[in-house]
């Protein structure tokens, strides 16, 4: 897997010009060659004259000048022939000399950006004002008719971007929206950089249309190779500034060469785009405020839960989940400021994906209020906030790879019915019989699991690391003592003393030989989970199977597993009950196919958040 991206294009090439050409608005890309919007903007003849530049330098200034005067153009198109008092929002310091030249023609322009970029001639224009802020946190009662957002984004901030600017606009405003967009995410390689099918998925969803797009990547490729040279020549100053702590001249190279290798092969991409309110086509959902773990405190989302599963809310389990375990959501208004009716979450886990470290997470607490629930088809609330979720979290190029969870027969044939999920397993009970005399079982035994013992962690992380072994064509859920710690120790079930964990070892050596954790369950106790090398397993079962049998009070022991791992844990007589759960993976947003995660899991029950 690729380490994050530390920042987009846009970002180390504005602290490179900065240096060279001492102007800070100079941070977006050149435009260059017989672009075609070239002819439009009448700037061809600008392009020649400019061809005779003195030096490479000199070319990307020319380049960048006329990128902005493209700007310039594309705004006055959306702008003619609307009233004086027509109002435009312009976003970010690179624009800063767009949104001077509008408002010196007598247009009202609201800029956002730093406020050391103002200068006196700016003050004086009357048509011009300003705000020291971002987008998301700008608060204004005025709504706009266009709307200019400069740059690349994270993935995430996508949502919260064009939610902010559906909301400035007004029912005919406009978006003019420019920066670097992932093309190709048929690869298993993260990015930082917003997906371009989700990009348009989500603007559709929130009720804009697409008007124009225009392709700029060779541009930009074209800028990159102009700024290269001046990596090394700038190296001292570059490293001296202050958002480069840590960050070595090497650090940089490699960063501007990965930017260069995606552009030159088709993965990264650089466009503009004119979106607009699609009034006519807006379906009920269009106008949904949709919000993420940050935009609601978690006692807003207790009458939905109680509401959608009947159980009492409970506020430990939650800051489990969400806060120590770093869970995602995403959540849907049907109204600014209402009650939230649609909540589709998800827990991560660190995993090995066929042997190597990866993310996946767990789709839960997927709610919907009780007054729209009915509705589960492709044009469903439910759809909606779900495609957004797996857009956001899962797939080949954003933070988790895989998603997977226990949905019921179901929600699960809903979800493969829209689209969303698709079967790779069924998740089964196995019921052990009564125990037998073993002569192995008997030289074993059985001791509780000490947190706070130094020794006892380094056993568990040595079955843990010995199990891994086995898993190199499979994929499985990292079980190390850091994870043990918090799925059972700090889990809120532990407060009960839900959960036994326990160590299993050789009497007359004290080898540790595997961890388990069981927990009460109608009839006996369920296997949670089990560390031990594969080989191990049948034996630690049967010892635990011992541990839990009581000739005086019937008591069973159950083991949830994934059916295509059920020969790693199977005994002589046990009995196989059907759970009613299937095990999915996302068929929504590009990730590993179904086929190589056909069979592939080991999910045992403690990879359920909530037992």
């Known amino acids: 897997m690729a380490a994050t991206q530390k920042s987009s294009t846009l970002d180390l090439l504005r602290r490179i010009l900065e240096v060279e050409f001492g102007n800070s608005r100079m941070q977006h890309c050149g435009l260059f060659g017989d672009h075609p919007a070239f002819e439009a903007s009448n700037l061809k003849q600008q392009a020649v004259e400019e061809a005779v530049a003195t030096s490479p330098a000199d070319e990307l200034f020319a380049a960048q000048k006329r990128f902005e005067d493209y700007l310039l153009y594309a705004v006055e198109q959306q702008i003619a022939g609307l009233s004086p008092d027509t109002s435009v929002l312009i976003v970010g310091d690179a624009l800063v000399s767009v949104a001077k030249n509008i408002a010196s023609r007598g247009i009202s322009i609201l800029w956002l950006g730093s406020v050391d970029l103002i200068d006196e001639e700016l003050h004086s224009l009357p048509c011009f004002k300003y705000w020291d802020t971002d987008l998301i946190s700008f608060q204004c009662s005025v709504k706009v008719e266009l709307l200019l957002l400069q740059g690349s984004f994270c993935y995430l901030d996508q949502l919260a971007l064009l939610s902010k600017s559906r909301d400035l606009l007004t029912a005919t405003g406009r978006l003019l929206l420019f920066g670097e967009f992932l093309e190709d995410d048929s690869e298993i390689e993260y990015s930082a950089l917003p997906n371009l099918s989700s990009f348009h998925n989500l603007s559709t969803r929130l009720g804009f249309r697409l008007c124009e797009s225009i392709e700029l990547s060779e541009s930009a490729a074209k800028t990159l190779d102009l700024v290269e040279p001046l990596i090394e020549q700038h190296a001292v100053a570059l490293l001296n500034g202050n958002t480069m702590d840590g960050v070595t001249l090497e650090d940089i190279k490699q960063e501007f060469a990965l930017m260069q290798r995606e552009f030159n092969s088709g993965r990264r991409c650089f466009r503009l785009f004119l979106l607009d309110r699609e009034l006519e086509k807006e379906s009920k959902w269009t106008n949904v405020e949709y919000g993420d773990i940050h935009s609601f405190h978690r006692s807003e989302i207790s009458a939905l839960f109680e509401k959608s599963f009947n159980v009492t809310f409970d506020e430990d389990l939650w800051d489990w989940k969400y806060q120590k375990g770093g869970g995602r959501c995403v959540t849907a208004r049907l109204s600014k400021g209402g009650e939230i009716v649609a909540h589709y979450g998800g827990a991560p886990r660190d995993i090995l994906y066929f042997g190597t470290p990866s993310k996946a997470i767990q789709p839960c607490d997927v709610m919907v209020h009780p007054s729209i629930r009915k509705e589960y088809g492709r044009g469903s609330l439910f759809f909606e906030v779900a495609a957004t979720f797996l857009e956001r979290e899962i797939g080949n190029t954003v933070k988790h790879l895989l998603g997977f969870g226990f949905p019921n027969k179901k929600a699960m044939n809903i979800s493969k019915r829209i689209g969303l999920y698709e079967k790779v397993d069924d998740f089964i009970e196995i019921e052990y019989p009564s125990p037998e005399d073993d002569s192995a079982v008997q030289k074993l035994k059985c001791e509780t699991y000490q947190q706070d013992s130094v020794i006892h962690v380094e056993e568990l992380d040595s079955l843990w690391s010995q199990m891994r072994k086995a898993y190199t064509n499979n994929?499985?859920?990292?079980?190390?003592?850091?994870?043990?710690?918090?799925?059972?120790?700090?889990?809120?079930?532990?407060?009960?003393?839900?959960?036994?964990?326990?160590?299993?070892?050789?009497?007359?050596?004290?080898?540790?030989?595997?961890?388990?954790?069981?927990?009460?369950?109608?009839?006996?106790?369920?296997?949670?989970?089990?560390?031990?090398?594969?080989?191990?397993?049948?034996?630690?079962?049967?010892?635990?199977?011992?541990?839990?049998?009581?000739?005086?009070?019937?008591?069973?022991?159950?083991?949830?597993?994934?059916?295509?791992?059920?020969?790693?844990?199977?005994?002589?007589?046990?009995?196989?009950?059907?759970?009613?759960?299937e095990i999915p993976c996302n068929n929504w947003s590009p990730g590993p196919s179904h086929d190589a995660l056909l069979g592939a899991w080991w999910l045992t029950a403690g990879d359920m958040d909530f037992i």
Not at 545 to 566: C, G, H, Y
């Open 475 to 581: 994929i499985i859920g990292v079980r190390n003592s850091d994870y043990i710690k918090y799925r059972y120790i700090s889990h809120s079930f532990a407060r009960s003393n839900q959960y036994q964990c326990l160590i299993v070892r050789e009497i007359e050596s004290g080898a540790a030989r595997a961890f388990a954790v069981l927990k009460e369950h109608p009839g006996g106790k369920l296997l949670m989970d089990l560390i031990c090398p594969v080989h191990d397993m049948k034996l630690m079962i049967s010892k635990l199977n011992q541990e839990v049998f009581s000739p005086d009070i019937p008591s069973v022991l159950k083991l949830w597993i994934t059916q295509s791992a059920k020969e790693k844990v199977w005994l002589e007589n046990a009995v196989m009950n059907e759970l009613g759960i």
